[in-house]
């Protein structure tokens, strides 16, 4: 059974710094990892996706990395700024239970203080 | 492009009543459906899968019966809680796929569903 874990859960830090958010999976027989944005009551935000044959992704300040046969992804924020205050969700995308499925870590909470 | 509704955003309900909640893909058509579970500080919890005009199917552990799902056009679907409880207080969010892989999923806003 697939579990996708999300390190640090809650994250706090000032504006400006650059931060790494740490997601991991147990079964590598990914098709690709997604990382959202989530803000507080609201739905997702697709932030970057990488399929399950790259190595990383980048969109603006934003860079993921994905080494899949150790069942791990990271994604770098770069100078952080109070925007990007919000819960960042890992998400892998894979063939269970006799159909596709994207199945999420529990995110992390990201404080961005001025 | 890619955008998809949900009504009501929020919505209380009393212990035993039933409770309705739509989700519309504005822009593209819906061929496939998912339904999703938030508990506070929790992942999102796949319930459910919907192929338009097909029966859905159920994650392990969630009642068909309690979450009755209908993907009668291939921009509306609905997710029917039926008796609610105060454990079914949750965010329910669903997502629509033009196809049936689940490889393009767009996400709608969530609901929040409180019950007393």
């Known amino acids: 059974k697939q579990e996708v874990t999300q390190i640090p859960a809650a994250l706090s830090v000032p504006e400006g710094e650059n931060l790494v958010l740490n997601c991991s999976f147990t079964?590598?027989?990914?098709?690709?990892l997604q990382w959202f944005r989530q803000d507080p009551g609201k739905g997702l935000t697709s932030l970057l996706l990488?399929?399950?044959?790259?190595r990383e992704q980048t969109s603006g300040r934003l860079n993921a990395s994905l080494d899949k046969s150790s069942g791990r992804s990271t994604l770098y924020i770069a100078a952080s700024q109070p925007g990007d205050s919000a819960t960042y969700l890992c998400?892998?995308?894979?063939?269970?239970?006799?159909?596709?499925?994207?199945?999420f870590g529990a995110g992390t909470r990201l404080a961005v203080h001025p | 492009g890619a955008v998809v509704s949900q009504h009501p955003s929020w919505v209380i309900c009393k212990s035993g009543t039933s409770v309705k909640i739509e989700c519309r893909s504005l822009?593209?058509?819906?061929?496939?459906m998912f339904w999703y579970r938030q508990f506070p500080k929790q992942s999102l919890m796949l319930m459910a899968t919907?192929?338009?005009?097909?029966?859905?199917?159920?994650e392990q552990g969630v009642e068909k019966d309690k979450f009755l799902i209908n993907h009668a056009s291939l921009t509306l679907s609905t997710l029917t809680v039926t008796s609610a409880h105060p454990e079914d207080s949750s965010f329910y969010i669903c997502?629509?796929?033009?196809?049936?892989?689940?490889?393009?999923?767009?996400f709608g806003p969530g609901t929040r569903l409180t019950v007393t």
């Open positions: 990488i399929q399950s044959s790259q």
């Open positions: 998400a892998v995308f894979m063939f269970s239970g006799g159909y596709n499925k994207l199945i």
């Open positions: 997502s629509g796929s033009p196809g049936t892989s689940g490889y393009e999923q767009y």
């Open positions: 919907s192929n338009e005009g097909s029966k859905a199917t159920y």
């Open positions: 079964d590598s027989a990914i098709y690709n």
């Open positions: 822009d593209f058509q819906a061929t496939t």
